[in-house]
């Protein structure tokens, strides 16, 4: 296994490791460590079908199935799909889902470790996904500042990214009251630290986080603008260009992730996600 970084502050690709069959021990723990190294890994060239996408995600924890179960694989309800095609379809089309800066379900109390997605159909042009590091960017910021954070814990919904972001994209299949009822906001400290690295990491993303518990609402509107302007700025990103067939794994707890919705409506991006159980974040 070769493992070359991708970008200054995250990223890595992955070269010489066949996810389409069981991994042996000593593979798998290099991929590990690995991630928890870099945060974000691509593994080019795979052909990995529903069960060993599941197979290789289940070697991390126990899998998630998402709320939007209309978005599920018959079937197979570990595997979330997101696409933007309408027809030959089993699930509901989401075109330019994912499309604002988050981490895939801080909106629950026990958040997702991690998320493994598998690249079925790429558009011809445009569709990257962009990562940055949110431990990297606590680490750039002055001392004052991450005393004035420390200690303060945030809001997170899903309905939030709905009324924020998604509601807004035409074609986007309308989502149930039933699912946001199912998540009700849950509390996160607004600085973790990353349970294997031991890295400090900021816990707050565009699309899930309500606001700032402990402050008046226009200084937590401030704060969060600034935190969200400081931790997508490009030096803690890195961009992926997605091919067909390529798998990227990221870690929820160091990073935050957005689709760039900028590829042609009519052409078809088809995506498989496996999401991996986590626990609470610890202030
Ligand atoms: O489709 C993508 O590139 C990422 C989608 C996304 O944001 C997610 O799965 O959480």
């Known amino acids: 296994m070769r493992v070359e970084r991708a970008s200054r502050t995250l990223g890595a690709r992955v070269q010489g ?4 069959r069981p991994l042996d021990a000593d593979t798998f723990d290099s991929v590990r460590d690995a991630l928890n190294r870099h945060s974000v890994l691509v593994f080019p060239e795979q052909e990995v079908e529903p069960p060993a996408q599941v197979e290789f995600s289940a070697r ?23 696409t933007n095609m309408t ?3 089993e699930v509901a089309p989401r075109p330019y889902a994912g499309a604002y800066w988050h981490t895939d379900l801080s909106y629950e109390a026990e958040p997702a470790f991690g998320s493994v997605m598998y690249a079925v159909e790429v558009p011809e042009v445009g569709g990257d996904t962009m990562f940055c590091s949110m431990a990297a960017a606590w680490d750039a910021l002055s001392e004052r500042m991450k005393a004035l954070l420390e200690g303060l814990t945030a809001t997170h919904s899903f309905e939030h990214a709905y009324e924020t972001f998604v509601k807004h994209i035409p074609g986007t ?5 039933r699912r946001f009822d199912a998540r009700p906001p849950v509390t996160h400290p607004l600085v973790h630290t990353h349970p294997e690295s031991g890295r400090r990491c900021l816990y707050v ?30 030096r803690f990103v890195y961009r992926h260009r997605w091919s067909r067939h390529d798998v990227v794994m990221w870690d929820n ?14 052409d078809s991006r088809y995506m498989r996600r496996t999401t991996i159980a986590g626990s609470a974040p610890r202030g």
């Open 205 to 234: 993303n565009p699309g899930f986080t309500e606001r700032i518990n402990e402050l008046p609402p226009a200084e937590g509107e401030a704060i969060l603008a600034f935190l969200y302007e400081h931790c997508t700025s490009e």
């Open 17 to 20: 490791v066949d996810l389409g």
């Open 87 to 89: 027809s030959q379809n």
């Open 253 to 266: 707890r160091a990073t935050m992730h957005k689709a760039v919705p900028d590829y042609d409506d009519g």
């Open 173 to 177: 299949a309308p989502i149930d009251r």
């Open 60 to 82: 991390f924890g126990r899998l998630k199935h998402h709320v939007l179960k209309e978005n599920l694989l018959p079937g197979m309800p570990e595997i979330y799909v997101l």
